[in-house]
């Protein structure tokens, strides 16, 4: 059997078709044949091979993996095989497959909060991921069961959903009572969009550069959407909120995203930002106290989260995004458009 795999062999290089022999999984390794890969936009950084830290100065991650290089790690796909140790790892079964994967010996991995291990082997990120076949895991701990979300879509939330609803949970009972603030519109927004309609008593405001992106947020029931490059809509977002809101998500991650989030805040307000756009921000730091504001991180999510997701998921009442398949001969094509902010929602690739 052939694995064959999008891969680039210099950063910011062009994807191009490889072909190697399958793997065989061994001890509690699991072989999955990839059904669907979503392209998320950190893709884009790990393709490039650094993060924008802003100032001219740049997070290098090219140290973290060989090339050439599989990205992709919002998978869906079936069981191909397993080894003679993967316990339930029925040939045939369908799955999710949660990437976030750490050393499993560490303080964090420990806990179950692997996706912070300082030795991680995250599919897509260190390992090779989805823009392929197949994709080797290394236990079924990992695979998840999604039915009856449908195929195209379940693999969008190992990263894009499970990102949005930690971020969201980071707010606590500010998500619930609101009012909350959601800027950028991306795939990773418009799940938190969608995940915070579905537990809080009020409709979230939201900000993104992008009219379209903004009319699909209005159409599923946004309290109001502003675009943060707009030199009013911060008093205007002000006077429709009441004097700021309790809560912002920053998806974006820019240094004009997160400030207009930040400034965005009521007195005791919290900014959760999960965003890698890059750049940095200035603060005046009695801001701080005496408004008695927060700002936390968010990666992803670990793998309980992920669970508790699904099962929200699959019991209604989480709206989807949009997707649209393409081939897997078109990852490149599909890089090149989410650079260039042409994609609504989430391109998913089918090999």
Known sequence: MKVVRQVFETYGGPLTAATAEAPTPKGTEVLVRVGHCGVCHSDLHLH???FDLGGGRKLDVR?????PFTLGHEIEGEIAAAGPDAQ????????VIYPWIGCGKCAYCARGDEHLCGAPRQLGIQVDGG?????????PRYLLDYDPIPPALAGTYMC?????????????????DGPVLLVGLGGVGLMGFSFLMARAKRPPYVADIDPKKRALAL??????????????????????????????????GSEQSATFAFASLARGGQLVIAGLIGGEMKFS????????????????????EAKEMLALVKKGGVAPIPTKERPLAEAG??????????????AVLVP
Request: net charge positive.
């Open 48 to 50: 490039d091979g650094y």
């Open 63 to 67: 140290a973290f993996r060989k090339l």
């Open 88 to 95: 339930g790892a029925a040939p045939g079964r369908r799955v």
């Open 131 to 139: 823009y392929a076949s197949h994709v080797m895991v290394p236990h």
């Open 160 to 176: 894009s959903g499970l990102t949005a609803y930690s971020s969201i949970a980071k707010l606590g009972r500010i998500a619930d």
């Open 219 to 252: 159409e599923r029931g946004a309290a109001g959407a502003y675009d943060p490059a707009d030199s009013g809509a911060r008093a205007a977002l002000m006077a429709a909120s009441g004097g700021g809101v309790a809560g912002a998500v920053d998806f974006a």
């Open 285 to 304: 730091l009695p801001t701080f106290p005496l408004k008695g504001v927060a700002i936390i991180g968010n990666y992803v999510g670990s793998l309980a």
């Open 333 to 346: 094509a599909a890089l090149d458009d989410l650079r260039a902010g042409r994609t609504v929602g989430r």
